[in-house]
C-alpha cells in the first residue's frame, strides 16, 4: 500500500515538472518573438514614403473686428474682405459663410458693415446665392465680429518632430544599416505643400493654355525674313548698378 501511494504521487511531481517545463518553454518563445518584432521596426527609405503630402479640404477665414460706435468698415478691413473675395473666386470649394454678431451694443455697427461687405463681394464678382449668413450670440467680455470662411483645397505633410527609432547606440541590429531617420524629409514636404500655390499640381499637371498669339506672329515675321525674333527693349540701361561705389 505505501509503495503504491510513493508511486502515485512520484507520478503527479513528474507531471507536474514536465507542466512546468512546457510553460518556460512557451514563454522563452514569446519573449523572443516579442524582442524580434521590436528590434526589427521597418519602414520606408523614401522620405515621400515616411512623409506623404496628402490633400484635403480645408477653411480660409478672415476676422472683421466690429466697434461699438463705429458702422463700416476701416480701409485695411476692406483691403481684406477684397483680397478675401478675390481668392474665393479663384481657389474656393465652397460658397462664403459670414457669421454675424446679433444683438449686444454693436448690432447697429454689424449691420452696417455686413452691407458694405455684400457690396465688396458683389463688386468683386461674388453671385449673392453664394453668401450664407448665421447669426450667433457675441459674449459680453470680448469685442464682437464678423467671420467669413470658405472651404478650399489645401495640401500638409507631418506631423514632424516623431522619433520612433533611437539615433544613439543601441541593441536594434538596424542602428548599423545606415539607413535615414524617420523624421528626415519631413520639414522639406510640410515646406513645400505650405508653399504650392495650387494643391492639385502635386497630383497631376495642369492643362495647356492657348499661347499668345500676337507675340507668336511677331516672332514668326521676324524668322520669316531673317531677323532675329528676340524682342528689342527701348530706353532699359542694363548695366551693373553702382551704389556702394
Not at 69 to 83: E, I
Amino acid at each position: 500500500m505505501t509503495k503504491t501511494i510513493h508511486k502515485a504521487v512520484s507520478k503527479r511531481r513528474g507531471r507536474f515538472a514536465l507542466c512546468l517545463l512546457v510553460v518556460g518553454g512557451a514563454a522563452v518563445t514569446l519573449a523572443g518573438c516579442y524582442k524580434t518584432d521590436v528590434a526589427q521596426i521597418e519602414y520606408p527609405n523614401d522620405f515621400h514614403q515616411r512623409h506623404p503630402i496628402v490633400i484635403r479640404e480645408g477653411v480660409q477665414s478672415v476676422e472683421v473686428m466690429i466697434g461699438r460706435n463705429r458702422g463700416g468698415l476701416t480701409p485695411s478691413q476692406r483691403a481684406d474682405v477684397v483680397s478675401f473675395a478675390q481668392a474665393w473666386r479663384h481657389e474656393a470649394s465652397s460658397g462664403i459663410i459670414i457669421d454675424a454678431p446679433r444683438g449686444g451694443p454693436t448690432a447697429h455697427a454689424a449691420a452696417d458693415s455686413i452691407r458694405e461687405i455684400r457690396s465688396i463681394f458683389a463688386a468683386v464678382g461674388v453671385p449673392p446665392n453664394a453668401i450664407y449668413v448665421r447669426n450667433y450670440r457675441p459674449s459680453r467680455s470680448s469685442l464682437a465680429s464678423i467671420k467669413l470662411d470658405y472651404s478650399k483645397m489645401v495640401a500638409e505633410a507631418g506631423p514632424c518632430g516623431q522619433w520612433p527609432v533611437d539615433l544613439g547606440p543601441v541593441l536594434d541590429s538596424g542602428y548599423i544599416e545606415n539607413r535615414p531617420y524617420w523624421n528626415l524629409g519631413c520639414a522639406s514636404q510640410r515646406n513645400l505643400a505650405s508653399m504650392v500655390d495650387n494643391p492639385a499640381d502635386l497630383v497631376q499637371p495642369r492643362g495647356e493654355t492657348p499661347p499668345y498669339a500676337p507675340r507668336r506672329s511677331v516672332a514668326l515675321e521676324h524668322y520669316r525674313k531673317g531677323e532675329s525674333p528676340s524682342a528689342t527693349y527701348f530706353g532699359y540701361d542694363a548695366k551693373i548698378s553702382d551704389v556702394g561705389k
